[in-house]
């Protein structure tokens, strides 16, 4: 059987390995959102390029050659254009899909959590206004201490003489 706090524990480390999945599918969606428009911009400078040499080359020659040549450049840059803001929204789409779906499992952890006892505990500590108090270690009685490794500890003195206390995230 396990405890709220384990139960807490197990909730926080599959939130930890949900959002590291989340926040490499981001990434790699951002990476290939990159290499696409590079892909486009590229394409569009070669249409261009190809559409500046074909108008030279033709200069010379019938103007009826030269106007079509200009009009199929004109042409590849405006499928260029399109096929580059297709791309780019179908990205953009998936790219916030990703992010809502991450924002979901987020607040699904959450109210995973609040619904356990500890959640109701500390709904209840919060409704008191103890919550932050406690969290901050701010309450009479209770002191900060170092601890080892740098870690900051609440303690309190028992009435044994002995400190008890946890350690301040």
Not at 47 to 62: G, I, R
Not at 75 to 97: F, K, P, Q
Not at 147 to 155: A, D, L, N, P
Request: hydrophobic share 40%; aromatic share 8%; charged share 20%.
């Amino acid at each position: 059987m396990t405890t709220g706090a384990e139960r807490g524990q197990q909730l926080f480390a599959d939130l930890l390995e949900t959002m590291q999945r989340t926040t490499a599918t981001m990434e790699r969606l951002d990476a290939e959102q990159k290499n696409q428009c590079r892909t486009i911009e590229q394409a569009a400078e070669k249409a261009s390029k190809t559409a500046e040499d074909a108008a030279e080359a033709f200069a010379v020659s019938k103007p009826r050659l030269m106007t079509y040549a200009a009009l199929c450049a004109v042409i590849l840059v405006c499928v260029g254009w399109l096929v580059g803001g297709w791309m780019m929204y179908r990205s953009g789409w998936a790219t916030g899909d990703a992010n809502g779906y991450r924002r979901a499992i987020e607040a699904n952890a959450a109210a995973s959590w609040a619904n356990t006892k500890s959640g109701v505990m500390a709904k209840r500590l919060d409704e008191m206004g103890n919550l932050q108090p406690l969290a901050a270690c701010n309450l009479p009685g209770f002191s900060i201490e170092k601890g080892e490794k740098g870690s900051r500890w609440c303690v309190v003195a028992g009435k044994d003489g002995q400190f008890h206390g946890w350690a301040i995230p």
